[in-house]
């Protein structure tokens, strides 16, 4: 029996939707009956061949994540599938027991959106960046998925004053209408100026999603003993860095990837951000797509849809 799924065959290639032979179970590996399946950046930057951490074999199935049915019946959500096994399918294989149970009443369109975007926007705040009441944060790009989480996020963990950045019209008003006190363009002759005039002085926290150019200017928004954590580069992977605002103020930058959070705190920010989402708390637009429509996605993905994007098999 085969079943459907989106194979990368090429580096630097969109995936190809084609008939395939599907995994099989083992002491190790369990199979998911794949609900919904998300796309993520990180899925392009892996198909590139360049990834930092490795080019995986071709074939491979893509996609880390989804929300899927195991054999046993329990509807959860993964983002461990098993190579060449991926998400983008109608059946994958996962880690055994690495998937996180939905909580009862949960809509797979919403839990998708609070897996690996949802943890990197909750958990480079909480567990990275030790956000605390009261504190001032920036979301420096808070136009896509991830940002916006953000940007509610640091309410819901008790940030004070939340200031956004965004390149488009679109996502300036987006953000500012998820809660945002302020919006900057990313594009301002003096972001250093307009976020710390934004920010009244500064800010205690910044969660980075864009890094390159604009990067050293949003250091000098940063108050004495602030931090700043590195999430992703949609804007570039060099950025300048002035060794003198980076001293003067002991600003400490700081790595993330969602891997790095111990399981325990990653299964607390995924059910949190649930329970905030069921309580009308936590809002994000995910747009669900055919799994044939792959390759378009794939194109949409990496033209910044400004939203969760997600695939279905069914």
Same mark, same amino acid.
């Given at each position: 029996?085969?079943?459907?799924?989106?194979?990368?065959?090429?580096?630097?290639?969109?995936?190809?939707?084609?008939?395939?032979?599907?995994?099989?179970?083992?002491?190790?590996?369990?199979?998911?009956?794949?609900?919904?399946?998300?796309?993520?950046? *990180?899925? $392009?930057?892996? !198909? #590139? =061949?360049?990834?930092?951490?490795? &080019?995986?074999?071709?074939?491979?199935?893509? /996609?880390? %994540?989804?929300?899927?049915?195991?054999?046993?019946?329990?509807?959860?959500?993964?983002?461990?599938?098993?190579?060449?096994?991926?998400?983008?399918?109608?059946?994958?294989?996962?880690?055994?027991?690495?998937?996180?149970?939905?909580?009862?009443?949960?809509?797979?369109?919403?839990?998708?959106?609070?897996?690996?975007?949802?943890?990197?926007?909750?958990?480079?705040?909480?567990?990275?960046?030790?956000?605390?009441?009261?504190?001032? *944060?920036? $979301?420096?790009? !808070? #136009? =896509?998925?991830?940002?916006?989480? &953000?940007?509610?996020?640091?309410?819901?963990? /008790?940030? %004070?004053?939340?200031?956004?950045?965004?390149?488009?019209?679109?996502?300036?008003?987006?953000?500012?209408?998820?809660?945002?006190?302020?919006?900057?363009?990313?594009?301002?002759?003096?972001?250093?100026?307009?976020?710390?005039?934004?920010?009244?002085?500064?800010?205690?926290?910044?969660?980075?999603?864009?890094?390159?150019?604009?990067?050293?200017?949003?250091?000098?928004?940063?108050?004495?003993?602030?931090?700043?954590?590195?999430?992703?580069?949609?804007?570039?992977?060099?950025?300048?860095?002035?060794?003198?605002?980076?001293?003067?103020?002991?600003?400490?930058?700081?790595?993330?990837?969602?891997?790095?959070?111990?399981?325990?705190?990653?299964?607390?920010?995924?059910?949190?951000?649930?329970?905030?989402?069921?309580?009308?708390?936590?809002?994000?637009?995910?747009?669900?797509?055919?799994?044939?429509?792959?390759?378009?996605?794939?194109?949409?993905?990496?033209?910044?849809?400004?939203?969760?994007?997600?695939?279905?098999?069914?």
């Amino acid at each position: 029996m085969s079943m459907r799924a989106a194979v990368i065959t090429a580096y630097g290639e969109p995936p190809t939707v084609i008939d395939t032979e599907p995994p099989e179970a083992s002491d190790e590996a369990e199979l998911v009956e794949v609900e919904i399946a998300g796309l993520n950046p *990180v899925d $392009i930057a892996i !198909a #590139s =061949g360049k990834f930092d951490l490795g &080019a995986p074999p071709l074939p491979y199935v893509t /996609g880390k %994540e989804a929300v899927g049915l195991t054999a046993d019946g329990r509807r959860i959500w993964f983002d461990e599938s098993r190579h060449p096994s991926g998400s983008l399918a109608e059946i994958t294989a996962i880690n055994r027991n690495s998937g996180i149970e939905l909580p009862d009443g949960m809509p797979a369109d919403k839990a998708i959106a609070f897996g690996i975007a949802g943890m990197a926007a909750w958990l480079s705040l909480e567990w990275r960046g030790g956000l605390q009441a009261g504190e001032t *944060v920036i $979301i420096n790009g !808070a #136009s =896509g998925a991830v940002g916006q989480i &953000a940007l509610q996020a640091s309410r819901l963990l /008790g940030a %004070e004053k939340v200031v956004a950045t965004a390149r488009s019209e679109s996502g300036r008003q987006k953000a500012l209408a998820l809660g945002a006190d302020a919006v900057v363009d990313t594009g301002s002759d003096d972001l250093s100026g307009d976020l710390s005039e934004a920010t009244g002085g500064g800010a205690d926290l910044v969660m980075d999603g864009l890094w390159g150019s604009n990067t050293s200017q949003v250091i000098k928004a940063i108050k004495g003993q602030g931090r700043l954590v590195q999430v992703g580069n949609a804007a570039g992977t060099d950025a300048e860095i002035l060794a003198g605002p980076l001293r003067g103020g002991l600003i400490d930058i700081r790595g993330f990837r969602n891997f790095w959070a111990p399981r325990e705190k990653r299964v607390e920010a995924f059910l949190r951000m649930c329970r905030h989402c069921l309580a009308g708390e936590l809002e994000i637009e995910v747009e669900v797509l055919d799994l044939e429509d792959a390759a378009d996605a794939w194109a949409r993905q990496q033209a910044s849809p400004g939203h969760k994007l997600a695939l279905s098999p069914r």
